[in-house]
């Protein structure tokens, strides 16, 4: 006899060694589904402004200013810790080449990489129940998946969807290696670290992935069978999630991320969240894939008496629970509750601004299990051979409802007229929208993004500034309001001439200038004043905070009095923002992320992360005054008209 490795594997063999027609389909079905995937993203390409910001960062990284947006103040901008650290050591990497084209490249190859991940665990799913059966293996909630428009959008975008794909793909293939009959899973502790490292780096990806990961390593401790088990899984998942949260409250004096505190991602919004999942849902009918799909995975399971994916798995040393939960069923449970947890996550939150961009990780859990489905030949094994031709026929057919509904879907104008309007919901489709704002089929690099409105012309407003300025827009599309620096008094030595750049997109504005232009916004993703302002009750989602430019001229080299502030602002507000500034709670907050990082720092913000995570203040100067407890400065006159 021959030998069995660890795994319960022969040398050489898969551990499921059924018909060549079910392994042939199954690549057959991975590799059309990849190639359709992977023409379609491109023929879509983009990158997003959100994907530039992105870019900002993996610059200055790069240059050694650290993980920062502006040099000198330390704002964690990405959401995605993974993808933008994937993004510097790839622009490390890509030496000269354009890091669009990097985030490109990178982000396409591992969006192909989380469908095939995850066709080829429910492929694995399926193998046990098919062995000594003959079988054609059918692209199921895969088809249905790249069929989606937004799906193929984000692909590319230079946002962190691909790594999200990559990643419950790479997630969902491993925990079903790891629920497989004893004989055939892989049971070494290489293996076992390796899943809980991917199930703890949940976190580093999304912030809302970690209840993702978190379930996982719930799952893998309660099947531990020793204390040596249980302490690899809680080393191998945390430590890199622990330690970097460590960094972030240490660095950033935050406990989440800086988007998280600028989108207030623990608030709630349950009514935007339901019209964003019926802007999802609607102009793709994806009601009706999951009509066609529950009967097609109901008959698949039918196929045989009880399919061994849906018995618990029998194992020695193991008790009632652990073999409850260490069984393809619990790992199929596990991917559902998953994915409707970020479902109602997203939904209660209130959805996004880009069209269907945050429900498109939870459609890709809910499809896991039948993201492949495999149609028995029928030979009588099981039923009558009638009996079998019904269920393979009926099986055929919703297959076959299914190609027509993704041919259509594939095909689906979307969102239709409003796709490029930002109307009451907030909601556009963002590629087109952007397509349509620069004249650009595939606006990818930033040069392309400068013929979006007014940004051509700010890098005309920097030159023609050489002494230092704070632009503001203006409502000329095509110019920018001049704020001019403060200048010493006589005799003083002048200052370097510094220049700030006040806009909402921060990604096609923050990539078409010098790193040494201040680059912030009003919604908090780079500001860190507005980031601890109150959130906006009817705000437009993701874009929910709204600092008034006063603000920013208060909080800077700038001239706060007539004739340097804009006719349209009011000196006096700028006067009160200023002495608002002087609140020592605001102040310690903004020394959290501009006082040089020394030890002293690190440990004073990590005590304080939870005091400066919370912290909020009011917009309205005078408001702000009033929670202070401090004096509102006098008034100052308008200028005498001539």
């Given at each position: 006899?021959?030998?069995?490795?660890?795994?319960?594997?022969?040398?050489?063999?898969?551990?499921?060694?059924?018909?060549?027609?079910?392994?042939?389909?199954?690549?057959?079905?991975?590799?059309?589904?990849?190639?359709?995937?992977?023409?379609?993203?491109?023929?879509?390409?983009?990158?997003?402004?959100?994907?530039?910001?992105?870019?900002?960062?993996?610059?200055?990284?790069?240059?050694?200013?650290?993980?920062?947006?502006?040099?000198?103040?330390?704002?964690?901008?990405?959401?995605?810790?993974?993808?933008?650290?994937?993004?510097?050591?790839?622009?490390?990497?890509?030496?000269?080449?354009?890091?669009?084209?990097?985030?490109?490249?990178?982000?396409?190859?591992?969006?192909?990489?989380?469908?095939?991940?995850?066709?080829?665990?429910?492929?694995?799913?399926?193998?046990?129940?098919?062995?000594?059966?003959?079988?054609?293996?059918?692209?199921?909630?895969?088809?249905?998946?790249?069929?989606?428009?937004?799906?193929?959008?984000?692909?590319?975008?230079?946002?962190?969807?691909?790594?999200?794909?990559?990643?419950?793909?790479?997630?969902?293939?491993?925990?079903?290696?790891?629920?497989?009959?004893?004989?055939?899973?892989?049971?070494?502790?290489?293996?076992?670290?390796?899943?809980?490292?991917?199930?703890?780096?949940?976190?580093?990806?999304?912030?809302?992935?970690?209840?993702?990961?978190?379930?996982?390593?719930?799952?893998?401790?309660?099947?531990?069978?020793?204390?040596?088990?249980?302490?690899?899984?809680?080393?191998?998942?945390?430590?890199?999630?622990?330690?970097?949260?460590?960094?972030?409250?240490?660095?950033?004096?935050?406990?989440?991320?800086?988007?998280?505190?600028?989108?207030?991602?623990?608030?709630?919004?349950?009514?935007?969240?339901?019209?964003?999942?019926?802007?999802?849902?609607?102009?793709?009918?994806?009601?009706?894939?999951?009509?066609?799909?529950?009967?097609?995975?109901?008959?698949?399971?039918?196929?045989?008496?009880?399919?061994?994916?849906?018995?618990?798995?029998?194992?020695?040393?193991?008790?009632?629970?652990?073999?409850?939960?260490?069984?393809?069923?619990?790992?199929?449970?596990?991917?559902?509750?998953?994915?409707?947890?970020?479902?109602?996550?997203?939904?209660?939150?209130?959805?996004?601004?880009?069209?269907?961009?945050?429900?498109?990780?939870?459609?890709?859990?809910?499809?896991?299990?039948?993201?492949?489905?495999?149609?028995?030949?029928?030979?009588?094994?099981?039923?009558?051979?009638?009996?079998?031709?019904?269920?393979?026929?009926?099986?055929?057919?919703?297959?076959?409802?299914?190609?027509?509904?993704?041919?259509?879907?594939?095909?689906?104008?979307?969102?239709?007229?409003?796709?490029?309007?930002?109307?009451?919901?907030?909601?556009?489709?963002?590629r087109r929208f952007y397509a349509q704002a620069t004249g650009h089929a595939h606006p990818l690099t930033a040069a392309d993004y400068l013929d979006y409105p007014?940004?051509?012309?700010?890098?005309?407003?920097?030159?023609?500034?050489?002494?230092?300025?704070?632009?503001?827009?203006?409502?000329?599309?095509?110019?920018?309001?001049?704020?001019?620096?403060?200048?010493?008094?006589?005799?003083?030595?002048?200052?370097?001439?510094?220049?700030?750049?006040?806009?909402?997109?921060?990604?096609?504005?923050?990539?078409?200038?010098?790193?040494?232009?201040?680059?912030?916004?009003?919604?908090?993703?780079?500001?860190?004043?507005?980031?601890?302002?109150?959130?906006?009750?009817?705000?437009?989602?993701?874009?929910?905070?709204?600092?008034?430019?006063?603000?920013?001229?208060?909080?800077?080299?700038?001239?706060?009095?007539?004739?340097?502030?804009?006719?349209?602002?009011?000196?006096?507000?700028?006067?009160?923002?200023?002495?608002?500034?002087?609140?020592?709670?605001?102040?310690?907050?903004?020394?959290?992320?501009?006082?040089?990082?020394?030890?002293?720092?690190?440990?004073?913000?990590?005590?304080?992360?939870?005091?400066?995570?919370?912290?909020?203040?009011?917009?309205?100067?005078?408001?702000?005054?009033?929670?202070?407890?401090?004096?509102?400065?006098?008034?100052?006159?308008?200028?005498?008209?001539?």
């Amino acid at each position: 006899m021959m030998h069995r490795r660890a795994g319960g594997t022969r040398r050489g063999r898969s551990p499921f060694p059924y018909d060549p027609v079910v392994r042939i389909s199954l690549w057959i079905s991975v590799a059309v589904i990849a190639a359709l995937f992977g023409w379609g993203a491109w023929q879509r390409r983009w990158i997003a402004d959100d994907g530039l910001i992105v870019l900002r960062t993996v610059r200055n990284l790069l240059a050694g200013n650290g993980p920062v947006f502006n040099q000198g103040e330390r704002v964690e901008a990405n959401t995605s810790t993974a993808w933008t650290y994937l993004m510097y050591a790839g622009g490390w990497v890509g030496g000269p080449l354009r890091l669009e084209y990097v985030a490109l490249a990178l982000a396409l190859v591992l969006s192909v990489t989380g469908v095939v991940l995850l066709m080829l665990g429910t492929g694995r799913l399926y193998a046990p129940s098919l062995q000594g059966r003959r079988a054609i293996m059918l692209p199921a909630g895969a088809l249905v998946y790249i069929a989606l428009p937004p799906a193929r959008d984000f692909a590319t975008s230079g946002l962190e969807n691909g790594l999200t794909l990559a990643y419950l793909g790479l997630l969902w293939w491993m925990m079903v290696c790891w629920s497989q009959p004893v004989r055939n899973r892989p049971d070494s502790e290489v293996f076992i670290g390796a899943l809980a490292f991917v199930a703890g780096f949940s976190v580093l990806v999304r912030p809302e992935l970690a209840p993702i990961g978190g379930l996982a390593l719930i799952i893998m401790l309660t099947a531990a069978r020793t204390w040596r088990r249980r302490v690899l899984i809680v080393s191998a998942g945390g430590l890199l999630p622990v330690g970097y949260q460590i960094f972030r409250m240490g660095y950033y004096g935050l406990l989440v991320p800086g988007t998280a505190l600028a989108k207030d991602a623990a608030g709630d919004k349950w009514s935007q969240g339901m019209i964003y999942l019926s802007n999802f849902v609607h102009p793709y009918a994806v009601w009706l894939a999951v009509l066609l799909l529950v009967p097609l995975g109901l008959l698949v399971m039918a196929a045989r008496h009880r399919p061994s994916f849906l018995r618990p798995t029998l194992a020695p040393n193991y008790g009632r629970l652990a073999r409850r939960v260490q069984c393809p069923s619990a790992v199929v449970a596990f991917v559902l509750v998953s994915g409707l947890l970020q479902a109602l996550y997203w939904t209660r939150q209130g959805g996004d601004f880009m069209h269907a961009r945050v429900l498109l990780a939870p459609l890709f859990c809910l499809l896991a299990p039948v993201a492949v489905v495999p149609v028995l030949i029928p030979d009588g094994q099981d039923y009558s051979r009638e009996t079998e031709y019904w269920v393979a026929g009926s099986a055929g057919l919703l297959w076959l409802g299914l190609a027509g509904w993704s041919l259509w879907a594939a095909n689906s104008p979307g969102m239709g007229y409003d796709a490029t309007h930002v109307t009451y919901t907030g909601i556009v489709d963002e590629r087109r929208f952007y397509a349509q704002a620069t004249g650009h089929a595939h606006p990818l690099t930033a040069a392309d993004y400068l013929d979006y409105p007014r940004m051509a012309a700010v890098l005309t407003a920097l030159d023609n500034t050489p002494e230092g300025a704070l632009l503001l827009p203006s409502g000329n599309y095509t110019q920018w309001d001049l704020v001019p620096m403060l200048q010493p008094p006589p005799g003083q030595p002048p200052q370097n001439p510094q220049h700030a750049v006040f806009f909402t997109n921060l990604g096609m504005l923050g990539m078409n200038v010098g790193l040494d232009v201040r680059v912030i916004d009003q919604i908090g993703l780079a500001n860190p004043l507005a980031q601890h302002t109150q959130r906006l009750t009817h705000g437009r989602i993701g874009h929910d905070k709204n600092l008034f430019p006063d603000w920013v001229i208060a909080d800077g080299p700038w001239v706060k009095l007539y004739p340097g502030v804009p006719g349209y602002l009011d000196v006096n507000w700028v006067a009160q923002a200023v002495a608002a500034l002087q609140c020592p709670d605001t102040k310690a907050v903004l020394a959290s992320v501009r006082a040089p990082m020394t030890l002293h720092r690190f440990v004073s913000n990590f005590l304080h992360s939870f005091e400066f995570t919370g912290y909020r203040i009011d917009r309205v100067p005078r408001y702000e005054l009033a929670r202070c407890g401090l004096p509102v400065p006098e008034a100052i006159p308008p200028p005498a008209r001539e």
